[in-house]
């Protein structure tokens, strides 16, 4: 079967581009060809459509190699371009190369064009593999720098809030307990001050209330003690409870507890997933569903509420706008699982997780590294 092979050949003399298109078709090619010989038609073909490869003479009544290789410089294309002349001398030869030219055929030497474009289309390839690969690269760093400086922000943010919560809450409450037990230092009357004893242990209470609280917050003891789906359970109850919303949690029970890292980026997963719903969703439900599927565990947070367009969410998110989306993300790579989310504007959220079965026992089990919580 040829290979089909867009062609785009600069070249006045037809007899020659027949030629050519000849010794491609003999070298097992099917060129769909267009025959261009003057600046403003080749800029258009170039503008119009992608070319496999560029066979351009040297020396055409109007126009010239040097010229069309400038104009693929300027519009900033790489396609292998070839120059096929009848007669350029050595010098001229090198200087085309220098100005970007592939290689050069003689046309009295034709048989070498088919192993060129061969060679030419194959290197072609390899940079663009590579190009792609620096892309991903150049992306994938970009996530990683918004990541981690969001991150600090977003440790910042909790540490103040912690210390304020500290310094207001627990250092007041803890005061008040002071001036209280020093009001039961002995009188000279020897009577006991009953109302202060009660009231120090009303701040205790409130006190232990906002110590607990804020404990559960920042990690909440039953993922480490119970283990995923109890925790999903206790957080989903809670947050449900806070901001009057319902949320339906069903889930398959899985028996063993599996790996701590998983269990952290699920919990974390569900955990923005859900407070995205309260942020942005304005939704009356939220199912959250955890089960065994075919990629393993699968997490599933779906609501009914406005839906957004992922695609420029993410965007937004990938020049530093947000870090919701692409911190779970990176939490569902980092555990060896995957994320994909489902959204479109008027009809609800999926975001859906999954993650490898690992067990606690089978170490090692994460893919780049601990998740921290
Ligand atoms: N369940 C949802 N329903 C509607 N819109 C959503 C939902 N989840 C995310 N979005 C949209 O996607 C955007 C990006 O979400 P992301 O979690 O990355 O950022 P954020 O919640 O705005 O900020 P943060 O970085 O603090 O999480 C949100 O601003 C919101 O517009
Ligand atoms: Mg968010």
Known sequence: MPTALRLLIVEDNEDDAQLILRELRRGDYAPDHLRVDNGPDMERALVTRDWDVIISDFALPSFSGAAALELIKWRG????????????????????????????????????????????????????SRRQAEIALRNAHRRLQALSSRMMQIQETERRGIARELHDEIGQALTAVKINLQALLPRSDGLRPVAQIEDSLRIVEGALEQVRNLSLDLRPSQLDDLGLQPALRWYLDRQARRAGLS?????????????????????????????????????????????????????????????????????????????????????????????????????????????????????PALHGGRVGA
């Open 77 to 128: 294309v790489d396609v292998p371009f070839l120059i096929v002349s009848g007669a350029i001398g050595e010098e001229t030869a090198v200087a085309a190369m220098k100005a970007g030219a592939h290689d050069y055929v003689m046309k009295s030497a034709l048989g070498r064009l088919v192993p060129a474009v061969r060679r030419e289309l194959q290197e072609a390839e390899v940079r663009r």
């Open 247 to 363: 949320v339906q949690f069903s889930g398959d029970p899985l028996p063993e507890r599996l790996h701590p890292d998983v269990e952290t980026a699920c919990f974390r997963i569900c955990q923005e997933a859900l407070t995205n719903v309260l942020r942005h969703a304005g939704a009356k439900r939220v199912g959250v569903e955890l089960r065994r599927g075919d990629e393993g565990l699968e997490l599933v947070v779906e609501d009914d509420g406005k839906g957004f367009d992922v695609a420029a969410a993410q965007q937004r998110a990938t020049a530093g706008g947000s870090l919701g989306l692409v911190g779970m993300q990176e939490r569902a790579a980092l555990a060896g699982g995957r994320l994909e989310l489902s959204s479109a504007q008027g009809r609800g959220t999926r975001v859906r997780a999954c993650f490898p079965l690992t067990l606690y026992t089978d170490e």
